[in-house]
């Protein structure tokens, strides 16, 4: 699937899938690629059809084995994707991954919460320094628990603070609350590329809508004094307010968003896609790396 066109600095993204082995990292790369157009076809683990996928080993065992990249496109924004083994036998894989990224997806699987795999790359993440997402996969599956997982997630990361919430778990799984807009995301019945109608929020789940937008507004009230003015004189954030800000805490560790979905359905994919470009930082606000005495940047207009 590789790019012939070209894209500037600001109009890329470089963001490692990370998580425990079997949480789901291939299937979310899979498709976010063909939700977004660079794949036609949506590929499957199970049946040797991912893109990150390719060695004999890898379809016989059906897990990844070495770092694979992949990309999604987004609003003229080139999302590149790479795919990590999650099995402590491949650490190697994923530490090199985290240090070429300039962001990080942490998947957790809805049914098994925090496992010891999860634990490891957040402290690679840690160790680096580089903002993180975490998506909670796998909801239409049986016993899916996305409030158990979410305090599970707490519990590893302070600064975990969910922009979404399932409508329903498991087999019910059918939507999303989008905390921005305040409105929920029913998916289509039969979707091949996660389109939904956008409804108001079910009225079972207004009080938690409301209490969990709350505190998104709270939180990212804090980052920034102008908008913490405004929010202690009752005003709204709004949704623009709110990404930038969103973006900043990202960029200071302080925020790390947690979205939800199922892959194979796509669902949640196109809230994914739209906020890795709108959250996640570009090449040039990563920072500089340091070779000898000599810094380097990334910036079209410096030197290979």
Sequence with gaps: MASAKEYPT???????????GGSGKTSLIEALCFVSGTSNRHGNVDNGTALTMHTPEEHAHEISIQMTPA?????????NLLDTPGYLDFTGEALSAVR???????????????????ERVWEYCEARGIPRIFFVSMMD????????????????????????????????FEGIINLFSEKAHMYKKGTTKGEYDETEVPEDLKDKGAQWETELQETLATTDEDLL??????G???????IDAMARGMARNEISPVFCGAAPLTYGIQALLSKLVELCPNPS?????TVGDQELMADDGEPL
């Design 10 to 20: 600001d109009r890329i993204r470089n963001i490692t899938v990370l998580g425990h």
């Design 71 to 79: 990309y999604a496109e987004h609003n003229g924004v080139k999302v």
């Design 100 to 118: 070429v990224a300039d962001a990080a997806i942490i998947v957790v699987n809805a049914t098994s919460g925090i496992e010891v795999g999860t």
């Design 141 to 172: 599956k049986e016993h899916a628990d996305f409030d158990g997982v979410f305090q599970q997630i707490k519990n590893l990361s302070e600064s975990a603070l969910p922009v979404e919430i399932p409508v329903g778990e498991g087999p019910a």
């Design 229 to 234: 003015e405004k929010y202690l004189e009752g």
């Design 236 to 242: 709204k954030i709004s949704r623009e307010e709110a």
């Design 285 to 289: 606000e990563s920072g500089t790396e």
